[in-house]
Nanobody
Framework: QVQLVESGGGLVQPGGSLRLSCAAS????????MGWYRQAPGKQRELVAA???????NYADSVKGRFTISRDNAKNTVYLEMNSLKPEDTAVYYC????????????????WGQGTQVTVSS
């Protein structure tokens, strides 16, 4: 079994900052790409940022220069530092992690966090 636990969401004023965390635990052999997605009301879920096991990153154009994704491999944790937040960043944020379990090391399974609400409003 593998679990993802997210934390760090909340209410923030425009221009403010938040840091999201997503920790993976359980029967983990290795972790591939880790990413953050978000879904606003009435909209499709979209990729915000991702980071590979080698540290390469990519970002949605809408967050470039404001958000930073990072990972701590020793803690099986991915972070999303969000600065200069805008009302349009309001959404439920989900982490997504590709994991090889100890009982099936040849297969990369995709796991989602439970989601954390980020609300940007004055």
């Amino acid at each position: 079994q593998v679990q993802l636990v997210e934390s760090g969401g909340g209410l923030v004023q425009p221009g403010g900052s938040l840091r999201l965390s997503c920790a993976a635990s359980g029967s983990i052999f290795s972790i591939n790409t880790m990413g953050w997605y978000r879904q606003a009301p009435g909209k499709q879920r979209e990729l915000v940022a991702a980071i590979t096991s080698g540290g390469s990153t990519n970002y949605a154009d809408s967050v470039k220069g404001r958000f930073t994704i990072s990972r701590d491999n020793a803690k099986n944790t991915v972070y999303l530092e969000m600065n200069s937040l805008k009302p349009e960043d309001t959404a439920v944020y989900y982490c997504n992690v590709g994991i090889r379990r100890q009982d099936s090391v040849r297969t990369v399974n995709n796991y989602w966090g439970q989601g954390t609400q980020v609300t940007v409003s004055s």
